[in-house]
């Protein structure tokens, strides 16, 4: 299973949880701020509250371990993009080097070639940025919403 089903179903089981638990803490702190002298409501009002408060607990520590994937994602993500570059760049200058070492290329259609190249590669990771980007946000609006 993988860590984004993991947390789907972490969420799930929380927000499965806590509408439940919402209106009991509703309910109890009605009777509780009416007869605060009585021990039995103010025990089944601390229970309430504790079981309230380990929720948010629970959904704290799993919107850290989110946080914590999307930056680990993010920092390979850069890692990646700067081994891309640095490939481009020795991809470009082997080209370049080769049609030197040929004979067989016009300046100006290689100059035209290696910018195209260069333009395609961009754009692909322009895309894959913006698509990554999407799913971050949308995951992350999917995880507050609830």
Do not use: C, W
């Not at 499965?16 to 002298?37: A, M, S, T, W």
């Not at 409501?41 to 959904?59: R, W």
């Amino acid at each position: 299973m993988s860590g984004s089903q993991q947390y789907y179903n972490k969420l799930n089981e929380i927000s499965g949880k806590f509408p439940g638990v919402l209106d009991e803490f509703k309910r109890n702190y009605v009777i509780y701020n009416q007869h605060p002298d009585f021990q039995e409501y103010a025990n089944i009002f601390s229970s309430v509250k504790g079981t309230l408060s380990s929720i948010n607990k629970d959904l704290f520590v799993l919107t850290n371990d989110v946080q914590q994937d999307i930056n680990k994602l993010n920092e390979n993500n850069d890692n990646l993009v700067m081994e891309l570059d640095e490939l481009e760049k020795e991809n470009d200058f082997l080209k370049k080097t080769l049609a030197n070492a040929s004979g067989t290329g016009n300046g100006s259609e290689i100059m035209n070639e290696n910018a195209k190249e260069q333009y395609k590669t961009k754009y692909i990771r322009n895309l894959a940025m913006i698509f990554g980007n999407l799913l971050i946000i949308i995951s992350m609006i999917v995880l507050f919403k609830k």
